[in-house]
């Protein structure tokens, strides 16, 4: 089952013009954005945004993930991969254009099992590293000590390791070795004996489904799903993955049910 803390929805969704104050090439083809907008102060780490294309070919809209969150300034980053012709478009958005979002959508990461002085575990592959950035973040200023394994393709594709070093113990892994440990983040989290009191993960379909079964049974271990969305709002079931035990017509919806699920709650 969810739990509750999981299902909980935070804030209101809210469709807002929000403006883009700055936008850089971080690697090749991957973008960071600060974008400025009141639904910044209803964010929480884990959530996403279903951004527009400013294109009216394009009429889906697309989810990013919020990678940090400053309520103070108004403003949140996000990073995201050029894939095709929507990503490509905003990657070449002017500073001081503005961009119509929805958001702040879905259930994120539920980070109060974590207290001062606990242990979390952060789990990062690829462009999934980017929400677990404000994970990070959110649970140092708590107090907690963080380790957080990311894995990437290769030395180009590495992002975010110094901004997470601020938060955590970083262990970086490429799957070539050109960088950090050579192989899979599961190689790593293996050696680890220590319990943690949480997990925190983000990235392809195949470091998910070990994490969900390494972390079956842990208390607070969560995955945070993608899947192709139309809606992005709970309506039109694009986005359905299947329940654990259960048969195929129980569905849960990752934009309004997740995109974060306990581990051994759903079919990864
Ligand atoms: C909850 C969530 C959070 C995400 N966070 C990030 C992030 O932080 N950074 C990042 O780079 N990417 C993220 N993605 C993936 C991102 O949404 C796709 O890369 C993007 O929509 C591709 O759009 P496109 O027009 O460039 O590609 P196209 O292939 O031209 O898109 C065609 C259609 O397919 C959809 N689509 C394509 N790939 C995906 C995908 N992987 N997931 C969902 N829909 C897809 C598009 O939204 C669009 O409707 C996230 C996806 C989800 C579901
Ligand atoms: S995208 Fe429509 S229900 Fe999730």
Redesign the pocket.
């Known amino acids: 089952m969810v739990s509750d803390s999981c299902k909980k929805r935070f804030g209101k969704i809210m469709l807002e013009q929000m403006e883009l104050l700055n936008q850089v090439e971080i690697a090749p083809n991957i973008f960071s954005m600060i974008l400025k907008g009141q639904m910044v102060s209803q964010m929480q780490a884990g959530q996403?945004l279903h951004i527009r294309?400013p294109d009216d070919s394009?009429l889906?809209r697309?989810?990013?993930?919020i990678?940090e969150i400053d309520r103070d300034s108004l403003t949140c980053r996000?990073?995201?991969?050029?894939?095709?012709?929507?990503?490509?478009i905003f990657s070449q958005l002017p500073v001081g254009s503005f961009l119509d979002v929805m958001g702040p959508q879905?259930n994120g990461f539920d980070l109060s099992p974590v207290r001062a002085g606990d242990h979390a575990l952060i789990i990062g592959g690829g462009?999934g590293v980017?929400?677990l950035l404000e994970v990070a973040k959110e649970l140092y200023a708590k107090g907690a000590q963080v380790t957080a394994v990311l894995g990437f393709s290769d030395k180009s594709a590495v992002i975010l390791e110094a901004e997470m070093k601020k938060y955590a113990e970083v262990i970086v892994t490429t799957d070539n070795g050109s960088y950090g440990r050579k192989g899979y983040v599961s190689a790593v989290v293996d050696e680890f004996s220590q319990d943690y009191v949480a997990v925190y993960s983000c990235g392809a379909p195949a470091m998910l489904q070990y994490v969900d079964r390494k972390f079956q049974e842990h208390p607070h271990a969560y995955l945070s799903m993608?899947?192709?969305?139309a809606c992005g709002m709970g309506a039109c079931y694009a986005?359905v993955v299947h329940v654990a035990g259960q048969d195929e017509s129980v569905n849960k919806r990752?934009?309004e049910d997740g995109?974060v699920f306990e581990t051994g709650t759903i079919i990864v």
Do not use: D, N, Q
């Open positions: 996403f294309v394009k889906l697309r989810p990013i993930s990678a996000i990073i995201y991969r050029i894939e095709g012709g929507g990503t490509a879905g462009i980017p929400p993608e899947s192709r969305m986005c990752v934009c995109p």
